[in-house]
């Protein structure tokens, strides 16, 4: 299934790499191309094929993460990672309309949006009849709401658009609109998907949809003023009654580099180290580069460069329990060996992976070449040749079900019915079990940081517990929370005279 998904996204990908707004069929009437069940998946499969841009630094995964205390890429000895200074801005919160990364991230999201409107639109001219069009169909509006949902959650009020005809300038809605026009085209169309994510892997399905509409739920007291816990509960309760997911026995299954058999990642986007490294370079999986030291290559057998670049906080890092819990493999810390166990050396001197990071852009006082700890969650593939790692990337696992609605529960006054699911996801670490007692807000976001370390989930949860604006390693306090939203791209108020900028932003 995963070799049948990449070889229909990386055709397309080829012919759509240079341009993402182009039309890709604009020789041939939509009316006359779709003729085959086939045609239609190709034509779906852009939507997938755009996906991959998403782990991409200075993509929406580089946004979320390096705005977090989980990661930063401090400027670092020989002036590496200067970058005119978007890593020290997303990380210390000082990022403006004109930041590139958050135009990436826009462009990342409204250009996914478009490929959905126009696919449906080709759809909807297309007189061929088969059993699973309508299906085709649901898949394709979920995967635009899930769009929608990233959206809305990290710029507030956007444009919404749903009809590729019209070519009018569309217009700026609320965030609650958003969420409305979200939360319906999930509900409408969430039966329509297959129920495990196995029968369409790397696809929208069943799960997908109501994990977008739990995330909804599980945030809307802080978007809004009103709670809805138990509606996450129940949108929970919806994957968890499928029956089709489970936690793996060993958490590291999940990121191995055929991971495509995880019977808990719920929706992963599908890498190959063969077949992406053609095309548009942007769209490759690669965190060994992005994180590993020049020398960390040769413990991995990796045939690559790599950049020595992103890492975590020391703060985020000590909350890990190194000698119990199984979770801090994620990281690799203190001196390094090469492939044989033999000392890692650099310039004769053994590399030593430290946690504290002497700044984060100081050009008097730069960061050193080993320090912050590494990322090594996702298995380095031995042998490894080119760009891109075949790991897929786990967008969504079934235990982010379990602790989000563990922390609905909490949140209900219910902790005692929390203390079997946070426990499931738990028995796997080496950790003891939680009591009720234990289970404290502040327990819940730091066990969340655990499990799901550079998994996209830490920006939400810092937000939703109240942390994201406090004073931490290498980031000062600020004076209002208005970083919680992103500003609204420069170059998007210029394309779009709609368009208002969030609270605090200056253009």
């Known amino acids: 299934m995963k070799k049948i998904l990449i070889t229909t996204v990386f055709i397309l990908s080829f012919f759509s790499c240079t341009n993402l707004d182009e039309t890709i069929y604009s020789s041939i009437p939509s009316d006359k191309f779709f003729t085959t069940e086939e045609e239609f998946l190709m034509s779906a499969g852009r939507v997938y094929s755009h996906l991959l841009g998403y782990t991409h630094y200075y993509n929406i995964w580089g946004t979320i993460t390096v705005s977090t205390d989980e990661a930063l890429s401090p400027l670092r000895e020989f002036n590496q990672w200067d970058d005119g200074g978007v890593w020290r801005d997303l990380h210390a919160h000082t990022f403006t309309p004109a930041h590139d990364n958050i135009y990436q991230t826009w462009d990342f999201l409204f250009t996914g949006i478009s490929l959905c409107n126009q696919i449906l639109y080709e759809f909807s001219q297309s007189t061929l009849d088969f059993p699973v069009k309508e299906n085709m169909i649901a898949e394709i509006k979920v995967m635009r709401a899930w769009f929608y949902f990233n959206a809305m959650d990290l710029f507030g009020n956007i444009p919404l658009s749903i009809d590729f005809a019209d070519v009018s300038i569309p217009q700026q809605k609320t965030r609650a609109e958003i969420f409305s026009f979200v939360e319906e085209e999930l509900k409408n169309n969430a039966s329509s998907l297959a129920n495990s994510p196995s029968e369409n892997y790397g696809r929208a399905t069943k799960p997908f949809a ?12 802080k978007w809004f003023g009103a709670p809805k816990w138990q509606e996450t509960v129940d949108a929970c309760d919806s994957v968890i009654k499928l029956g089709t997911l489970q936690l793996e026995n060993d958490y590291f299954t999940n990121f191995k580099v055929n991971n495509q058999s995880s019977k808990e990642n719920i929706f992963a986007i599908v890498y190959d180290k063969v077949y ?14 992005l994180t590993l030291h020049w020398e960390s290559t040769r413990t991995f057998g990796i045939i690559d460069e790599s950049w020595n670049g992103f890492c975590t906080s020391k703060s985020f890092f000590e909350t890990f329990d190194l000698t119990s819990d199984s979770r801090s493999n994620t990281w690799l810390y203190g001196p390094q060996l090469d492939a044989s166990g033999a000392p890692l050396l650099w310039y004769g001197t053994q590399v030593n992976y430290t946690p504290e990071i002497n700044s984060l852009f100081d050009w008097s006082n730069p960061a050193r070449h080993n320090q912050g700890v590494r990322f090594a969650k996702y298995e380095y593939e031995n042998g490894l040749q080119g760009e891109c790692m075949s790991n897929d990337y786990a967008v969504y696992r079934y235990a982010d079900i379990l602790m989000m609605k563990g922390e609905a529960l909490v949140r209900q006054g219910n902790a005692e019915l929390a203390v079997p699911l946070f426990n499931e996801v738990r028995s796997r670490t080496g950790l003891p079990d939680y009591t009720a007692a234990e289970l404290t807000l502040d327990e819940i976001y730091a066990e969340r940081g655990r499990e799901f370390a550079w998994e996209g989930s830490r920006r939400q949860d810092m937000i939703r517990f109240g942390k994201w604006t406090a004073a931490r390693d290498h980031k000062p306090a600020e004076a209002d929370n208005h970083t919680e939203l992103f500003p609204v791209p420069a170059r998007a108020m210029v394309n779009n005279s709609n368009l208002v900028q969030n609270s605090g932003y200056t253009n």
């Open 210 to 221: 109501y994990t977008i509409l739990a995330k909804m739920y599980l945030n809307s007291e």
């Open 276 to 289: 992406a490294n053609g095309g548009n370079w942007a769209r490759r999986f690669r965190f060994h580069q």
